[in-house]
Each structure stands twice: as structure tokens, then as C-alpha cells.
């Protein structure tokens, strides 16, 4: 089971870290992404990270801005957030897979947590 925490209410210009754990799973085993879905927009790809932590991917709209980490010990990936935008207020899902193929595509990720809520006002 994944669980998303971390998100809140910022200013345009202010710093968030998602925190994304997986409980009764092998958590070094999944590629774990993180997407997120405005009201009204369909879900969109934010970034993902390897079984290692060594290979990063991330979408055009966050690059620079959000960095993304995983602490194998601790089994949860990290999703620090700066610089941030009204446009990145969304509800935040972490999502695992097993390969790096396909990351953008939410529907080939297996699991997913229920999504904490970003909102970031101007």
C-alpha cells in the first residue's frame, strides 16, 4: 500500500516535500512516479525515479524546480517542491511500477496512493 503525505497550502515562491511510503512490499523492487491532476484535468506524469534512486525523469513543466529522492532504508521517495506556481496546485498521487519503460503512461503503473492535496496561491 502507498501513502502520499506532505502536501498543504503555500505562496507562489514557496517550498513543499511529498513523502511517499510503501508499506507490505518489497520497496526497492518499484520505480515510483508521481502525478497529478488539477480540477478538471485529466492525471499528468510529474516525475519518476529508478529502483536505485541513480536514474531521475521528470516532466518539462517541474524540471529545475522539483527534485526527486528515495531513501531505500526508510522505504519512502521524496518529492521536494520549490519555486512554486498557482499552476502546480493539484492533488499529488504516488504511483510504483516495475520497470522504467513507459514512465509518463499512468495507466502502466500498478499501485497507487490516495494523493495529498498542493495548493499554491498567488
Known amino acids: 500500500q502507498l501513502q502520499a503525505s506532505g502536501g498543504g497550502s503555500v505562496q507562489a515562491g514557496g517550498s513543499l516535500r511529498l513523502s511517499c511510503t510503501i508499506s507490505g512490499r518489497a520497496f526497492s523492487t518499484y520505480v515510483i512516479g508521481w502525478f497529478r491532476q488539477a480540477p478538471g484535468k485529466e492525471r499528468g506524469f510529474v516525475v519518476a525515479i529508478s529502483r536505485s534512486g541513480g536514474s531521475t525523469y521528470y516532466s518539462d513543466s517541474v524540471k529545475g524546480r522539483f527534485t526527486i529522492s528515495r531513501d531505500n532504508a526508510k522505504n519512502t521517495v521524496y518529492l521536494q517542491m520549490n519555486s512554486l506556481k498557482p499552476e502546480d496546485t493539484a492533488v499529488y498521487y504516488c504511483?510504483?511500477?516495475?520497470?522504467?519503460?513507459?514512465?509518463?503512461?499512468?495507466?502502466?503503473?500498478?499501485?497507487w496512493g490516495q494523493g495529498t492535496l498542493v495548493t499554491v496561491s498567488s
Open positions: 504511483a510504483a511500477k516495475s520497470s522504467m519503460v513507459e514512465l509518463t503512461l499512468a495507466r502502466k503503473y500498478d499501485y
